[in-house]
């Protein structure tokens, strides 16, 4: 009994299944990878000067973190102001307009690619309406584009800045601006030197979350880009998809994944200190500029008076202006919830057209599409594979990542830290490196084409969100309850499943919930490591969308879709009936 009880009390014992899978499946796979675009053993740079020596390619990255960029920068302009609309919300408004961002972020990618396929084609919705209305003779190139792949790219992006920006957002004091402008600061002056500063952590977290994955995306530019729009993760897939040069491949991948590396690395630390630093230097270097500041310090002391006199009255204009600022807020954020669920409502209306082609709004209503979709084993059989898959992902992710968060909560905050950000890799960087270093990882066990590969490949992401969801329920965990318990001669292991697991179980099954929708929509890794053996039903989605437009598509989004609202429903019960029982609870030890 004594060597099971060291083995659960040992914090590192537990995390070890979670770290295996990873290192197996990814880690050393990665490793593997440098080493074959360095030549080795003969380690020598001759795959990096053939990419380098190339000006297709060179073009190709710096189109690539062009593409990147410019969708980081309009997700930052549209979402910081959204993000603080949200934050300074009612809490019940505010938790509503959180939900309707998380759910464009729950559903597919896929799917919400093929919305902007059903609105800017040629047959799409914004080129008939205009036709309809007489207003063009023939479509707009609307598709096949760089406006297309912005438009797409944001929209899948927009929730992961605004998510970030709210959470640090919600927790900024707003009496320290209130502060600001007693004192006679203006409201722009406030926002600028209180509320801004202390909302970049989020800011940053929010930047280099969007500007890294946008570095990976290879299914929307795919579906909406032209050939002057390719990134460099589609050259990747298509060097994978055509021919198996190892180094070619390898040096691709490795710089698309130093790039996102030294990105994070750069930007993910604390800037202040760099900050200062600089401003320091430039004083000693300029000395002009102290002094222009010293002289502009003594004119705004001469202008105090005239100031103060006129404080009142600027303080009241303002007021008088929150009507109209609270109106603009409004349709800022009508706008912004607009674009990020108008794509797939219109994909759910049309889904139900009884026309030979999809149109909106339909002519007349009709099942036939999901009768289409269920009467084709091509389909119902590859969602069904999607499921088997997408439970075993879940099971396995949820028992290896809660063991995880647990054993991650009683270490040193420096350990968990590192083996934290190990283990959030494969959700963190580049997906289209995570697929490369997989189909390498699953080569070596020859478990490409096989549904336990596919099951590995999409655990390691899995086992990312229930990490993160679990940790998040153990914050608020009171350890003195396991003491107690263990006071009472229960086994670490009995104390851990009467009073831990209980209490930590939302979390667990939200985990659960969010490894089964990341299983199931996948198709990047899906399609390096199917080895065209498996199909599942996204990748069913993505052939037929590449190749034929089948109505039977919209179906299969719209299911995509609404899945994530059964699960929004299902947790929302589920916390419901926690909290309910938490009260009867306490009103019984009252009595």
């Known amino acids: 009994m004594h060597p099971l009880q060291r083995t659960v009390r040992a914090p590192f014992t537990i995390v070890i299944p979670a770290v295996a899978i990873l290192l197996i499946v990814f880690g050393i796979p990665t490793i593997q990878l440098f080493l074959q675009s360095v030549n080795a053993p003969d380690f020598n740079l001759q795959n990096y000067y053939a990419f380098l020596g190339k000006y297709s390619n060179i073009r190709l990255l710096l189109q690539t973190l062009e593409i990147s960029a410019v969708a980081t920068i309009i997700c930052l302009l549209i ?75 944001v929209h899948i992006m927009m929730p992961m800045m605004i998510m970030p920006l709210v959470s640090v957002m919600v927790s900024i004091n707003t009496s320290l601006v209130a502060a600001a402008k007693s004192m006679g600061a203006r409201p722009s002056t406030a926002f600028w030197r209180v509320y801004f500063p202390l909302s970049l952590p989020g800011l940053r977290s929010g930047t280099l979350l969007v500007f890294v994955i946008c570095l990976g ?18 050259y990747i897939a298509s060097q994978v998809a055509t021919g198996f040069e190892l180094g070619s491949i390898s040096t691709s991948s490795f710089i698309l994944l130093v790039v996102a590396l030294v990105v994070l690395a750069t930007f993910g630390l604390n800037p202040s200190g760099a900050q200062d630093a600089a401003a320091k230097l430039k004083n000693r270097r300029f000395g002009q500029v102290a002094l222009l500041r010293a002289v502009k310090n003594y004119i705004n002391e001469m202008a105090v008076s005239s100031r103060a006199k006129h404080w009142s009255i600027r303080l009241y204009r303002a007021q008088s202006n929150g009507r109209w600022s609270r109106i603009a807020g409004s349709v800022v954020l009508s706008l912004v919830i607009f674009y990020l ?5 219109v994909v759910i209306v049309m889904s139900f057209s009884d026309g030979a082609t999809l149109k909106f709004p339909p002519p007349g209503l009709s099942l036939q599409w999901y009768r289409s979709f269920f ?18 992902v879940s099971v396995l992710a949820s028992v290896v990542g809660t063991l995880a968060a647990f054993g991650l909560n009683r270490v040193a905050p420096d350990v968990c830290s590192v083996i934290t950000m190990a283990i959030l890799s494969p959700i963190t960087i580049p997906v289209i490196v995570v697929g490369v270093a997989t189909y390498f990882g699953l080569a070596k066990l020859n478990l490409i084409g096989t549904e336990t590969g596919i099951i590995l490949a999409h655990t390691i992401g899995a086992i990312s969100y229930v990490v993160v969801i679990v940790s998040a329920t153990l914050v608020n965990f009171d350890k003195r309850l396991v003491q107690a318990a263990k006071s009472m001669k229960a086994t670490p ?49 993505w052939e037929n969308i590449r190749n034929e437009i089948d109505p039977t598509v919209a179906a299969v989004a719209s299911l995509l879709t609404l899945l994530p609202i059964l699960w929004m429903i299902a947790l929302y019960i589920m916390w419901w009936r926690t909290g309910a029982r938490t009260q009867f609870a306490a009103v019984e030890q009252g009595a």
Request: no cysteine.
């Open 375 to 392: 009467g084709d084993s091509a389909w119902y059989g590859a969602a069904l594979t999607s499921i088997q898959i997408a439970l075993a």
């Open 79 to 153: 979402g910081y102001p959204t993000a603080y609309l949200i934050s300074t919300a009612s809490k019940r408004v505010r938790v509503t307009l959180i939900v309707l961002v998380v759910l464009p972020y729950l559903t597919s990618d896929l799917a919400r690619t093929y919305s902007w396929v059903v609105i800017l084609g040629d047959a799409g919705l914004i080129n008939s309406a205009l036709m309809d209305l007489g207003l063009i003779s023939s479509p707009l190139p609307l598709i096949y584009n760089r406006m297309a792949v912005y438009l797409g790219m």
């Open 341 to 345: 669920l108008f794509p797939e409502i």
């Open 493 to 541: 292991f009995k104390a851990f499943v009467r009073v831990t697991l209980p209490l930590i179980r939302p979390g667990i099954i939200g985990g659960a919930l969010f490894a089964f929708i990341h299983s199931f929509g996948e198709v990047v890794i899906t399609s390096f490591v199917s080895g065209f053996a498996v199909r599942t039903l996204p990748l069913k989605m």
């Open 217 to 234: 995306f290879y299914i929307t530019p795919a579906a909406l880009g032209g050939l002057g729009d390719v990134m460099l993760s589609t």
